[in-house]
């Protein structure tokens, strides 16, 4: 293709003021900017922000891509790249054994799609069916809580120096295949039950790759500050850029205390530590109801996680846990049921409970058997001021953590870009324009090390996104949230529409992005 895009508000990424220019587009590339004269097609940009293509530092299509070749909810936002492999747990590397259990344990995050052909096992192989063709671009980062699976199974205990051998090597490949980091989700099993000592151990080998560390860290409640300086330690010891996972203070234990959390990344940052961090801008949280259990309840895999709940005596000494003492899976806190709404199942018979709470441990329990599971949950327990005060952070970028499953999945996973752009900078003025676009592109593109991305350059990709600034809007909300977004109507990935006049075209335009 070459493109004329003419009167463009450019918006590059940078943080610097907006301003007015042509662009033209060739090959996959910005060719040009300033006057553009000549080019076989033309586009009038005037009244339209032109900004590099959206990035998701936080995202959960790693099934989505490959089973939904339209994938709107991610190519309408205007979002040209997803980070993979999120909070400890995806499909490669895998053998038989845990790719079987993994499709259990996650089909409340991913689904378990009939008919998909689960053609790898290792992160290379899984980059290489991404690379047959996808609606958008795609980076990974190797799961720690997969790799233990492979090496240690799902026992809580150490790792044998053997294990931990295995574990490092796993990690080594992954990232010489392509993977930018590793991630961790330490309020999920079997990773949870890796020591600071463990973790430090493997940061070391994706340091050595030149990657980053994405923590889903052990507590968004109780002892979240402790639980974030944990993650700053063991990565300033092992040498480590890190990258903190949806970076809330989250549950009644910490409202108001998010400049707690912002004077200790600035004392890291101020003492040479390399942070950055994504957010989304809504206040419930989403996970699966299983992932509130307290970790012991959950040794073993799935299976042994409903004999438990099977067992009276032992659901008895679960509930006890959840509401009286606070489990680790639920963030230290004492669970307040009226908080926790069912937002998925999978079994069509129990769909009546989707959009009601949840109103005691009994009715969880029984949700958790008959759905095997695969219940999905909104949780609201989120603080609007400590929401601002992170996004205004100079080591923030936004990860939506949209779960794509269910009948009333969050909002943010169709959602987060727009709501950035519409509430949060056009109605609320919490960030300007160019910060915000900057925290949506140049920022997470220069953590991933991407030197032809997420900026508006000659020589750059040509991922663009253009969006009406006075117009865009999050079209999803919790009553209809896979409504899609308003005011972007286009998307280039390598230089080609992937939204065109405000409709999806059938470009598969989207790669593996690989370190």
Not at 106 to 125: I, K, Q
Request: charged letters at 25%; hydrophobic letters at 40%; a negative charge.
């Amino acid at each position: 293709m070459d493109l004329g895009i003419r009167n463009a508000t450019v918006v590059d990424g940078t943080g610097k003021a907006p301003y007015v220019a042509d662009i033209r587009v060739r090959d996959g590339r910005v060719a040009e900017i300033g006057t553009v004269r000549g080019a076989r097609r033309t586009l009038d940009a005037d009244g339209l922000a032109l900004a590099p293509g959206f990035i998701d530092m936080h995202a959960h299509s790693d099934l989505a891509l490959l089973t939904d070749p339209a994938h709107e909810a991610k190519a309408a936002q205007g979002v040209t790249l997803e980070v993979l492999g999120q909070d400890g747990l995806s499909y490669a590397p895998v053998d038989d054994r845990t790719l079987g259990e993994l499709r259990h344990q996650l089909a409340g995050w991913n689904g378990d799609p009939d008919g998909l052909d689960y053609d790898w096992r290792s992160v290379g192989e899984y980059l290489d069916r991404l690379d047959r063709g996808v609606a958008v671009n795609a980076a990974y980062l190797v799961p720690q809580g997969t790799v233990r699976m492979l090496a240690v199974g799902w026992e809580d205990r150490p790792a044998t120096p053997a294990e931990l051998d295995r574990m490092k090597g796993l990690v080594a490949e992954g990232m010489a295949q392509g993977a930018v980091g590793m991630s961790s989700g330490l309020t999920y099993t079997p990773g949870m039950y890796a020591s600071g000592a463990e973790l430090t151990e493997l940061c070391r080998v994706v340091a050595a790759h030149g990657g980053y560390y994405c923590p889903h860290h052990r507590s968004y409640g109780a002892g979240a500050l402790e639980a974030y300086a944990e993650m700053i330690a063991l990565t300033r010891e092992a040498g480590c850029a890190l990258h903190l996972a949806h970076a809330t203070m989250n549950f009644g234990v910490n409202r108001g205390r998010a400049p707690e959390l912002l004077a200790l990344l600035d004392e890291a940052l101020a003492a040479g530590a390399d942070i950055s961090l994504d957010t989304y801008p809504y206040l419930p949280g989403s996970t699966t109801l299983v992932a509130t259990l307290p970790s012991w309840a959950t040794e073993g895999g799935p299976e042994a996680t409903l004999a438990r709940l099977r067992d009276a005596v032992t659901a008895e000494r679960i509930r006890h846990v959840m509401e009286v003492d606070g489990s680790d899976g639920c963030h230290g806190v004492p669970v307040d049921w009226s908080t926790i709404e069912v937002s998925g199942v999978r079994e069509p018979a129990l769909r009546a409970h989707v959009g009601h709470r949840v109103p005691d441990f009994g009715t969880a329990r029984r949700l958790l058997l008959e759905d095997r599971l695969g219940t999905t949950i909104l949780q609201h327990v989120g603080h609007e001021e400590n929401v601002r005060a992170i996004m205004r952070h100079r080591v923030h970028t936004a990860g939506s953590d949209g779960l794509l499953v269910g009948d009333k999945p969050h909002p943010r996973a169709y959602g987060t870009f727009p709501h950035y752009l519409g509430r949060y900078v056009r109605e609320l003025g919490v960030l300007s324009l160019e910060e915000c676009v900057a925290h949506l592109t140049g920022r997470p593109a220069a953590r991933l090390g991407l030197t032809d991305r997420g900026l508006v350059r000659e020589g750059h990709r040509a991922d663009l996104v253009l969006f009406d600034p006075a117009t865009v809007a999050a079209g999803a909300t919790f009553e209809r949230p896979r409504a899609l977004p308003t005011g972007i109507p286009y998307v280039l990935i390598d230089g080609r529409f992937v939204i065109e006049d405000g409709r999806r075209t059938d470009v598969l335009a989207g790669r593996s992005v690989r370190s």
